[in-house]
């Protein structure tokens, strides 16, 4: 019988956590000097799930301000390793996300998905989320044209 993952999130002196990642759970390699900036910056957050001392499974989430509106947490990305899907890691971790949004003063926590990505949004819609009609834009800044 396997041990449950630990969930947590990690801070600045955590880097070295993310050299050890199972495959598919983040979309490219994890490079080291992004990680550093990432996780010295307190509006950032990362989540992960530890299976021993090997990453598998993470969410991202940044926390703003605007000046019209009360803090908000944007998650980014859930990433949870092909293995262990579907055993309630994402759950936990977009649970965790949002403690840290309440604890935050975070008036709202939200995020955007592909319409066909129906794992996401049926774990989207089990731990709450409620889903809008929305228009996704995207600019490519490092298009030379």
């Known amino acids: 019988m396997s041990m449950a993952p630990t969930i947590r999130f990690l801070g600045p002196a955590d880097a070295a956590i993310l050299a050890n990642v199972a495959p598919e759970v983040f979309d ?3 490079d080291p000097r992004w990680t550093a900036e990432f996780l010295a910056d ?3 957050h990362i989540a992960v799930a530890l299976a021993g001392e090997q990453v598998i499974g993470m969410a991202t989430a940044v926390h703003y301000l605007h000046p019209d509106k009360g803090p908000e947490l944007w998650i980014n990305e859930v990433g949870v390793a092909p293995a262990f899907r579907n055993q309630g890691i994402g759950k936990q971790l ?3 996300l949002l403690s840290r949004g309440r604890a935050l003063g975070c008036t709202e926590a939200w995020l955007g998905t ?3 990505n129906i794992a996401a949004r049926r774990l989207y819609a089990a731990v709450g989320g409620v889903e809008e009609t929305m228009v996704y834009i995207t600019f490519e800044l490092d298009d030379q044209a």
């Open 94 to 96: 977009i649970a965790l």
């Open 42 to 44: 307190p509006r950032h």
């Open 114 to 116: 592909e319409e066909s």
């Open 28 to 30: 490219n390699e994890v």
